[in-house]
């Protein structure tokens, strides 16, 4: 708030009066005011920022709220709660989140707070492609240092993808298509490490793959595997060259 906006608000709080704008009459009022920063309002009295008569009217009891990165147990809920909100508005089957991407989502130190963990659980339900949320679906900037293919593909490793806890949840949710669910994740994962390595080169990772390029791209287009190439664009030549 500018001074003159400090200084307004403290005469609310002082008088609980005040006047519109072009305005004379003056209106009483009686209201709780709630405020919340993000900053150190005591630094900011020091820097002549703040006014340290407001602080003071605003300081009646406080309510420290630390920081998503240092309350990770709320993570889990929140996940939970964003799952069961933007499968409803967007139409799709997602249902829970892999321990996987769960330990990354645990494991990111959230600077935009609960709002960043929002965006990435939409993000990640609008890029699934099965019931269940895996790293894959996950934006890039929380997956960091890429696992080896097979932590991804469920070796029973600390933090990798376990097939046969999938299974388990699916058939405790009462699935009745497993068999493509789990089909649909593994082949994402396999077919985005495989085009990773490859550098997209659709023909290459086509022989890796051991199937035809036609095959992969109606595969790539079924899972939702979008493909981006770097183009590099010649200079012209020079009739003087």
Known sequence: MTPLMQTKLLRVLQDQAFERVGGSETIRTDARIIAATNRNLEDAIKEGEFRRDLYYRLNVFTIELPALRDRGEDIDLLVQHFIAKYARELNKEVLDVAPAALELLR????????????????????????PIIVPAFLPA????????????????????????????????????????????????????????????????AANRLGITRTTLRAKLKLLGIQVERSVTIAQPISPDN
């Open 107 to 130: 494991n990111y130190p959230w600077p935009g707070n609960v709002r960043e963990l929002q965006s990435v659980i939409k993000h990640a339900i609008l890029q699934a492609t099965g």
């Open 141 to 204: 900037m929380l997956q960091g240092p890429l696992r080896s293919g097979t932590q991804l593909l469920g070796q029973n490793t600390t933090g990798g993808l376990d097939f046969k806890e999938l299974t388990r949840a699916q058939l405790s949710k009462g699935s009745h298509d497993i068999h493509r669910e789990l089909v649909n994740i593994a082949e994402r994962e396999i077919f985005t490490e495989v085009l990773k390595h490859t550098d997209n080169n659709l023909t290459e």
